[in-house]
């Protein structure tokens, strides 16, 4: 796997997931009765996504594997793709947690939480954050559910209407 | 003729409402801000607009998103001559010279000539949306199934093809994009499909949380990467009060109208254009403009013709780009996309018999564009200071606050919390994307036109089975041969100056386009094909009697390709 260079990797890659569609097309009911089935559809693009990403392979393997030190080590990928990764995680929190705190409680921990982990860790910051996350998030909360009628989630904790 | 009037005028009394105004002036001041903001697109402005106009109707909604991509399309030039940083890339060649006579001390001649050039292309472009859209709808009204199949081809792979460096990886995004279209419910036979028996996948992507992932999400990924850049404030120069040149703008521009009217013809070109986008109109037209000029010595220095061309360009792209969207139903970009995506919500279907059939909401597109463009110079001109103000903010409040109300935004399409897992996962598909160098854009037109082109195929293969219809029929053959053209395109321009086979290129190309054009029952489109005849074999002539020479000053032309759409 470390001889394998990115293109490499992700033409693999897209090969196992057309094949994993190819078998789930496999499994779509043909009614007999329609001129074209719902599968040939899927079968067209699978087609063409395996002959490309098998051109991508190809082309890929003609290039020359990377040097040593060319990948980044584990750490230091977390390291320099820290803010993503903790966006995705926190973001990845706030939708497992939607449930029990709602869009205004769990939007508002989410600003919160997003701004102190991307910005600095100081008193000032953090009271700034806190007011950012609160004033932004009430007052999407109050245009979705008073101008536009949308009933965001309401969550375990506040059932607020 | 008076019918388009007739149309015009119901239109305006439609779009003139005292709330539509005040909608369309909120969403130019929205677009206006987020052009200014290094990072952003216009294309990501118009995507976190669309969950506000969901509850509204039709013309309403549309007149916001049109305020926001009027907004936006001068937005960036702002910071491009504020700052030198464009604030999209649609304002990258307005840097070249906005820049240059900012820092000589003429802010407010710099900002007047870009905001007005911007204002009058933008009605340039506007004119060319409501005089060509109905001429290229009839056109579309003589596409059957096939065309329209084999124009979206076309769509994708053009869009595959310039929208990033590699080919290969431009048509697998178009691939994967149809591919994510394709899951779950199917609408011809309401057959569930290739759902993995999850539940949640059973109903299909709704497009929109799809396009918002991969738009606005991974967008706002790549803007906080750098941990020190993302904590620093956008601008951190003091700004003092500019004071905008109006008068002098308006007098050069009257001046230099040829230079106006050629590059905003440049931007309704690019515009009209699958793919092409106000990205490459801007540099184009700002290139053609030093090309014509007699002092092209004074470009890059502060001239003002290099700021006029630039902003009459990008702001006339919105009008081309339009006419094809609202003509044939087909968006040729991301931005196009989302304002079809738009048209869908409000169970408005662009087709070449939308403007027929909807002229009130049509003529109602029009008027709202033409309009925008003067609430525009009236935001500019009195809102620079909240604009300069807001771009002083660190990156990272913005995108914290961005995430949740795409989050909140992408709930209230459909009310259903699937939708926010949707925008995440494709958030994270499309922040690798752009990190491997796959173009998002070719798969954000694979998931908008998936369900049109299965559509289309379906209705072909109902009518007939006999596939080489997809070949006789003039109009489908035409898409297939200029899809085939724009795939072998990119290696076309990397090999144009090296390799002999780059010259019979564009001979060949009008050689074999002329064949479609001769099976339509029309006399100028045989006209047409006969002068293409004609041109092909000049040009291979004038080559056999230059001995198949290379030029090689055609390989230091830079690619046509574009990496983000504006």
Same mark, same amino acid.
């Given at each position: 796997m470390q001889k394998l260079n990115n293109d490499t990797i992700i033409a693999l890659i897209l090969l196992m997931v057309c094949g994993m569609f190819f078998w789930q097309a496999t499994l779509v009911p043909d009614l007999g009765y329609s001129s074209m089935g719902s599968a040939v559809w899927p079968y067209f693009i699978l087609t063409i996504l395996t002959v490309v990403s098998l051109v991508y392979l190809v082309q890929s393997l003609r290039l020359p594997p990377p040097q040593a030190g060319e990948r980044p080590s584990p750490k230091e990928f977390v390291l320099r793709y820290l803010n993503p990764i903790m966006c995705f995680v926190i973001f990845f929190l706030f939708l497992v947690t939607l449930p029990v705190f709602g869009m205004l409680i769990g939007g508002g921990l989410f600003v919160f939480s997003t701004l102190t982990a991307l910005g600095p860790l100081t008193w000032r910051a953090v009271r700034l954050h806190l007011i950012i996350a609160l004033c932004s998030v009430g007052l999407m909360w109050l245009i979705f559910y008073y101008l536009l009628g949308v009933?965001?989630?309401?969550?375990?904790?506040?059932?607020?209407? | 003729m008076d019918v388009i009037l007739l149309n015009i005028a119901d239109a305006s009394v439609a779009v003139f409402q005292f709330h539509n105004i005040a909608l369309i002036a909120i969403g130019v001041l929205c677009g206006i801000v987020a052009g200014a903001i290094p990072g952003f697109t216009v294309t990501m402005a118009v995507v976190l607009t669309l969950p506000f106009t969901f509850g509204m109707p039709p013309i309403e909604g549309l007149s916001v998103m049109l305020g926001v991509y009027v907004g936006g399309m001068s937005g960036g030039l702002i910071s491009a001559m504020l700052m030198g940083i464009p604030g999209t890339p649609a304002a990258v060649a307005t840097t070249f010279d906005g820049f240059p006579?900012?820092?000589?001390?003429?802010?407010?001649?710099?900002?007047?000539?870009?905001?007005?050039?911007?204002?009058? #292309? /933008?009605?340039?472009?506007?004119? $060319? +949306?409501?005089?060509?859209?109905?001429?290229?709808?009839?056109?579309?009204?003589?596409?059957?199934?096939?065309?329209f199949f084999s124009l979206i081809m076309f769509a994708l792979t053009i869009t595959g093809s310039l929208a990033g460096d590699s080919l290969i990886k431009g048509l697998i995004a178009a691939a994967v994009g149809l591919l994510a279209a394709a899951i779950g419910a199917e609408e011809i036979n309401s057959i569930d499909r290739m759902h993995f028996g999850i539940d949640s996948l059973r #109903? /299909?992507?709704?497009?929109?949380? $799809? +396009?918002?992932?991969l738009f606005a999400f991974s967008q706002l990924m790549s803007d906080i990467e750098d941990r020190d850049a993302a904590r620093k404030a956008l601008i951190e120069k003091d700004s003092k009060y500019v004071k905008i040149e109006h008068w002098y703008a308006i007098k050069t521009i009257m001046r230099s109208w040829g230079n106006l009217l050629r590059s905003s013809m440049i931007g309704c070109f690019v515009g009209v254009l699958p793919a092409a986008g106000a990205s490459i109109s801007?540099?184009?037209?700002?290139?053609?403009?030093?090309?014509?000029?007699?002092?092209?010595?004074?470009?890059?220095?502060?001239?003002?013709?290099?700021?006029?061309a630039p902003e009459a360009a990008n702001n006339a792209t919105a009008g081309g780009a339009l006419t094809v969207?609202?003509?044939?139903?087909?968006?040729?970009?991301?931005?196009?996309?989302?304002?079809l995506g738009a048209l869908l919500i409000h169970n408005v279907v662009p087709s070449p018999t939308f403007i027929l059939d909807q002229p009130l909401i049509a003529y109602s597109i029009f008027v709202a564009f033409f309009f925008a463009h003067f609430l525009m110079i009236a935001m500019q001109a009195y809102g620079l200071r909240l604009f300069v103000y807001i771009i002083k903010l660190p990156m990272y409040f913005l995108a914290g606050v961005i995430l949740v109300y795409c989050a909140i935004g992408t709930f209230a399409l459909n009310n259903i919390e699937d939708d926010i897992w949707t925008l995440f996962w494709f958030g994270i598909l499309g922040y690798l994307m752009k990190k491997f160098g796959f173009p998002l854009a070719p798969m954000i037109l694979g998931v908008v036109l998936g369900d049109l082109a299965e559509l289309n195929l379906n209705r072909a293969v109902s009518i007939s089975d006999n596939y080489w219809l997809f070949l006789t029929r003039p109009w489908s053959l035409f898409f297939i041969l200029m899809a085939l053209f724009s795939t072998v395109f990119p290696w076309y321009q990397k090999a144009r100056g090296r390799r002999i086979w780059t010259l019979a290129f564009v001979p060949l190309m009008l050689l074999v386009m002329a064949v479609p054009l001769f099976m339509m029952d029309s006399m100028i489109r045989t006209v047409v094909a006969?002068?293409?005849?004609?041109?092909?074999?000049?040009?291979?002539?004038?080559?056999?009697?230059?001995?198949?020479?290379?030029?090689?000053?055609?390989?230091?032309q830079p690619p046509l390709a574009t990496n983000e759409p504006a």
């Open positions: 009933f965001l989630p309401p969550g375990m904790i506040i059932p607020y209407y | 006579l900012v820092r000589q001390g003429q802010p407010g001649r710099a900002l007047g000539l870009g905001i007005w050039s911007s204002f009058f #292309g /933008g009605l340039i472009g506007a004119v $060319v +949306l409501a005089t060509l859209a109905p001429t290229l709808a009839n056109f579309g009204l003589e596409f059957g199934p096939w065309a #109903g /299909g992507f709704a497009y929109l949380p $799809v +396009l918002i992932g801007n540099i184009l037209a700002y290139d053609q403009a030093k090309k014509a000029s007699k002092t092209p010595e004074k470009f890059g220095t502060g001239h003002d013709q290099g700021i006029i969207m609202m003509a044939l139903g087909i968006p040729g970009s991301p931005l196009c996309a989302i304002m006969a002068l293409m005849i004609a041109g092909g074999i000049y040009m291979l002539w004038k080559r056999q009697q230059n001995g198949w020479a290379l030029d090689p000053t055609d390989a230091a």
